[in-house]
Protein backbone atom coordinates (compact mmCIF):
# COMPACT_ATOMS: atom_id res chain seq x y z
CA UNK A 1 0.00 0.00 0.00
CA UNK A 2 1.26 3.43 -0.95
CA UNK A 3 1.01 6.47 1.24
CA UNK A 4 -0.23 8.98 -0.67
CA UNK A 5 1.83 11.65 1.38
CA UNK A 6 5.17 10.61 0.11
CA UNK A 7 6.81 11.41 -2.22
CA UNK A 8 9.15 8.44 -3.99
CA UNK A 9 12.35 9.33 -2.01
CA UNK A 10 10.01 9.23 1.58
CA UNK A 11 9.59 13.00 2.37
CA UNK A 12 6.00 14.47 2.62
CA UNK A 13 4.17 16.24 0.32
CA UNK A 14 0.68 17.94 -0.61
CA UNK A 15 -1.24 15.49 -3.06
CA UNK A 16 -1.22 17.31 -6.60
CA UNK A 17 -5.25 16.99 -7.37
CA UNK A 18 -5.32 19.12 -9.86
CA UNK A 19 -6.50 17.14 -12.59
CA UNK A 20 -9.41 15.51 -10.66
CA UNK A 21 -12.80 17.28 -11.69
CA UNK A 22 -14.89 18.89 -8.98
CA UNK A 23 -17.31 16.38 -7.50
CA UNK A 24 -20.28 16.28 -4.32
CA UNK A 25 -18.45 14.95 -1.29
CA UNK A 26 -19.50 14.31 1.82
CA UNK A 27 -18.35 12.75 5.23
CA UNK A 28 -19.80 11.94 8.12
CA UNK A 29 -17.90 11.42 11.94
CA UNK A 30 -18.39 10.64 15.30
CA UNK A 31 -16.79 10.57 18.91
CA UNK A 32 -17.55 10.74 22.53
CA UNK A 33 -16.60 12.77 25.82
CA UNK A 34 -16.97 9.81 28.69
CA UNK A 35 -17.80 12.06 31.81
CA UNK A 36 -18.65 11.19 35.24
CA UNK A 37 -22.40 10.49 36.32
CA UNK A 38 -22.05 14.12 38.51
CA UNK A 39 -21.14 16.01 35.27
CA UNK A 40 -23.61 14.57 33.41
CA UNK A 41 -26.01 15.70 36.29
CA UNK A 42 -24.13 19.66 36.28
CA UNK A 43 -25.15 19.61 32.80
CA UNK A 44 -28.68 18.94 32.89
CA UNK A 45 -28.92 21.05 35.42
CA UNK A 46 -26.79 23.74 33.60
CA UNK A 47 -24.65 23.86 36.64
CA UNK A 48 -21.14 24.26 35.01
CA UNK A 49 -19.39 27.11 36.14
CA UNK A 50 -18.58 27.91 32.24
CA UNK A 51 -22.03 27.81 31.83
CA UNK A 52 -23.81 25.45 28.83
CA UNK A 53 -21.49 23.74 27.08
CA UNK A 54 -23.84 22.63 23.70
CA UNK A 55 -23.61 26.02 21.54
CA UNK A 56 -20.15 26.69 22.08
CA UNK A 57 -18.92 23.41 21.70
CA UNK A 58 -21.03 22.88 18.52
CA UNK A 59 -19.68 26.70 17.39
CA UNK A 60 -16.38 25.78 18.06
CA UNK A 61 -16.47 22.63 16.34
CA UNK A 62 -17.88 24.36 13.48
CA UNK A 63 -15.36 27.20 13.22
CA UNK A 64 -12.49 23.80 12.98
CA UNK A 65 -14.07 22.94 10.24
CA UNK A 66 -13.49 25.59 8.13
CA UNK A 67 -10.39 26.13 9.37
CA UNK A 68 -9.03 22.65 9.08
CA UNK A 69 -6.17 23.13 6.23
CA UNK A 70 -4.45 25.60 8.46
CA UNK A 71 -4.54 22.98 11.22
CA UNK A 72 -3.14 20.03 9.73
CA UNK A 73 -0.30 20.73 7.47
CA UNK A 74 -0.90 18.56 4.17
CA UNK A 75 -4.70 18.85 4.07
CA UNK A 76 -5.95 21.24 0.76
CA UNK A 77 -7.84 24.20 1.25
CA UNK A 78 -11.52 23.75 0.63
CA UNK A 79 -14.54 25.44 0.19
CA UNK A 80 -17.38 23.67 2.27
CA UNK A 81 -20.83 23.84 1.26
CA UNK A 82 -22.03 22.73 5.04
CA UNK A 83 -20.66 21.72 8.25
CA UNK A 84 -23.40 20.77 11.15
CA UNK A 85 -22.19 19.12 14.36
CA UNK A 86 -24.77 17.69 16.64
CA UNK A 87 -24.20 16.86 20.65
CA UNK A 88 -25.76 14.66 22.81
CA UNK A 89 -25.85 14.11 26.39
CA UNK A 90 -25.97 10.69 26.79
CA UNK A 91 -26.01 8.27 30.33
CA UNK A 92 -22.11 8.65 30.87
CA UNK A 93 -20.78 10.56 27.30
CA UNK A 94 -21.23 13.35 25.70
CA UNK A 95 -22.12 11.90 21.74
CA UNK A 96 -20.63 14.00 18.74
CA UNK A 97 -21.56 13.60 15.38
CA UNK A 98 -20.11 15.97 12.18
CA UNK A 99 -21.76 16.21 8.58
CA UNK A 100 -19.27 17.94 5.84
CA UNK A 101 -19.92 18.63 2.34
CA UNK A 102 -18.36 20.30 -0.56
CA UNK A 103 -18.32 20.42 -4.30
CA UNK A 104 -14.67 19.97 -4.73
CA UNK A 105 -11.53 17.96 -5.87
CA UNK A 106 -10.82 16.58 -2.69
CA UNK A 107 -12.96 14.79 -0.25
CA UNK A 108 -14.32 16.40 3.60
CA UNK A 109 -13.33 13.45 5.59
CA UNK A 110 -11.01 15.69 7.78
CA UNK A 111 -13.16 18.40 7.74
CA UNK A 112 -15.26 16.47 9.91
CA UNK A 113 -13.00 14.53 12.01
CA UNK A 114 -11.31 18.00 12.73
CA UNK A 115 -15.27 19.20 13.72
CA UNK A 116 -15.66 16.31 15.98
CA UNK A 117 -12.08 16.88 17.55
CA UNK A 118 -12.08 20.39 18.42
CA UNK A 119 -16.16 20.05 19.41
CA UNK A 120 -14.66 17.31 22.29
CA UNK A 121 -11.64 19.58 23.37
CA UNK A 122 -14.15 22.15 23.90
CA UNK A 123 -16.18 20.18 25.96
CA UNK A 124 -13.45 18.97 28.01
CA UNK A 125 -12.54 22.72 28.36
CA UNK A 126 -15.67 23.46 29.62
CA UNK A 127 -16.46 21.01 31.71
CA UNK A 128 -12.71 20.22 33.21
CA UNK A 129 -13.71 22.26 36.08
CA UNK A 130 -16.25 19.50 37.51
CA UNK A 131 -14.65 16.41 36.06
CA UNK A 132 -10.64 15.77 36.17
CA UNK A 133 -11.08 12.53 34.97
CA UNK A 134 -12.74 12.94 31.62
CA UNK A 135 -11.71 10.68 28.07
CA UNK A 136 -11.73 11.66 24.75
CA UNK A 137 -12.04 8.58 22.54
CA UNK A 138 -13.78 6.53 19.31
CA UNK A 139 -13.31 9.93 17.51
CA UNK A 140 -13.49 8.19 13.81
CA UNK A 141 -14.86 9.03 10.14
CA UNK A 142 -18.03 7.10 9.84
CA UNK A 143 -19.40 7.71 6.22
CA UNK A 144 -17.92 9.21 3.12
CA UNK A 145 -19.04 9.48 -0.47
CA UNK A 146 -19.09 11.10 -3.57
CA UNK A 147 -21.90 12.58 -6.21
CA UNK A 148 -20.90 13.24 -9.98
CA UNK A 149 -21.86 16.46 -10.02
CA UNK A 150 -24.03 15.99 -13.16
CA UNK A 151 -25.67 13.21 -11.73
CA UNK A 152 -27.73 15.66 -9.65
Do not use: Q, Y
Given at each position: MKLTHLDKH??????????????????????????SPGTVQAVEKAGLPKGNPFEVARIAGIQAAKRTAELIPL?????????????????????????ARC?????????ALTAVAVTALTLYDMCKAVDKKMRLGEIRLVRKEKRDLSSG
Open positions: GRARMVDVGSKPPVTREAVAEGKVFICHNIGLDFIDVDIALKEDHFHISSRRDVTGVEME
